[in-house]
């Protein structure tokens, strides 16, 4: 009964490549939410969605493109990825009560 | 435009001693303070958090946070550590607007020693 899972948990991809990552909650929070965290372990905002609807695009590189078919997944797809495209990635969905909660993050190493 | 300032980028502890992790933020507009732990290989967890209220805010594993308004601080604190109290701490500010991301700041490394 993971509140918030995302698939995988590894990623090893070649410069170049196009992948996906995947995350679901089952909080039945309406808001839902991408970081990044880089090798220093420094964490950014990078999208946002409520319901469906993307409110918060940070200035993430074009190649980056969050998908959300329901309002209990948010889905990141990278394209034509990039060295510096490696770090973990995490999802995150929002409670009334202003709580983010986690997910378990996705490891993601360009070669 | 917020910003969360962690200066201690490690500290070290022995074990059963009290610990204080520093945080100041800066913001034009209110905001929620946050504190989250990152276990090794692991996502974050929410220790505790500051909405309103009372300024000392408990959470979990013992922990403690104090908002300073005047000091702009959200200070953690513990009384006595454990060895697995060992852990990346991250303070975190919000507006309260209808976006509320986090910003983060570059977190302490808590590293507890026998």
Not at chain 1, 64 to 84: T, V, W, Y
Not at chain 2, 73 to 102: G, N, Q, W
Request: with cysteine; hydrophobic share 35%.
């Amino acid at each position: 009964d993971t509140a918030v899972s995302q698939t995988p948990k590894y990623l090893v991809t070649q410069m170049g490549n196009d992948k996906s990552i995947k995350c679901e909650q089952n909080l039945g929070h309406d808001t839902m939410y991408w970081y990044k965290q880089d090798s220093k372990k420094f964490l950014k905002i990078m999208f946002s969605y409520n319901n469906k609807e993307l409110i918060i695009n940070e200035t993430v590189p074009n190649r980056f493109s969050p998908k959300s078919p329901d309002k209990a997944h948010l889905n990141l797809h990278i394209n034509s990825l990039e060295l510096g495209d490696s770090a973990v990635y995490f999802c995150a969905s929002r409670s009334s009560y202003n709580e983010q909660f986690f997910g378990p993050g996705t490891r993601l190493t360009v070669l | 435009a917020q910003s969360v300032t962690q200066l201690d980028s490690q500290v070290p502890v022995f074990e059963e001693a009290p610990v204080e992790l520093r945080c100041n933020y800066s913001s034009s507009v209110s905001v929620y303070l946050f504190w989250y732990v990152q276990y090794p290989n692991q996502g974050l967890q929410l220790l505790l958090k500051y909405l309103s209220g009372s300024t000392l805010v408990k959470g979990i594993n013992g922990f403690e946070a104090e908002f300073n308004k005047s000091q702009t601080s959200f200070h953690l604190r513990k009384p006595s550590v454990h060895i697995s109290d060992t852990a990346e701490y991250f303070c975190a500010v919000t507006r309260m607007d209808s976006s509320y991301k986090l910003i983060f700041g570059s977190g302490t490394r808590l590293l507890v020693r026998p």
